[in-house]
């Protein structure tokens, strides 16, 4: 049975950092591309970053690159998502997820497992 099981969230004040972590088991870990996505209340759920399965390729959406960070540590089954200057806007619950594309996608398609997420508030 596959989990992803994200971590690391909470309350942060603007132009503060958090670290995501997602923890993998059930799958060959290094097979997988991996990515973060969010939703906040009332949108609908967006991509964030995606990291390839070796590590070497990433992705991020136009409101993460500069900011945010995506890595993985194949060793550990677990990726990252450093996030830095957070706004208010980032506010959203954050879901990694795992995709057979091995490369990385931002399409949610694209992507066969989903954690239950984890909540990141950024205050004002």
């Known amino acids: 049975q596959v989990q992803l099981v994200e971590s690391g969230g909470g309350l942060v004040q603007a132009g503060g950092s958090l670290r995501l972590s997602c923890a993998a088991s059930?799958?060959?870990?290094?097979?997988?591309?991996m990515g973060w996505f969010r939703q906040a209340p009332g949108k609908e759920r967006e991509f964030v970053a995606a990291?390839?399965?070796?590590?070497?390729?990433?992705y991020y959406s136009d409101s993460a690159k500069d900011r945010f960070a995506i890595s993985r540590d194949n060793a550990k089954n677990t990726v990252y998502l450093q996030m830095n200057s957070l706004k208010p806007e980032d506010t959203a619950v954050y879901y990694c997820?795992?995709?057979?594309w091995g490369s990385g996608s931002s399409l949610e398609s694209h992507y066969e497992y989903w954690g239950q997420g984890t909540q990141v508030t950024v205050s004002s």
């Open positions: 997820a795992a995709s057979q």
């Open positions: 059930g799958l060959t870990f290094g097979s997988y591309a």
């Open positions: 990291v390839g399965w070796s590590g070497r390729k990433t």
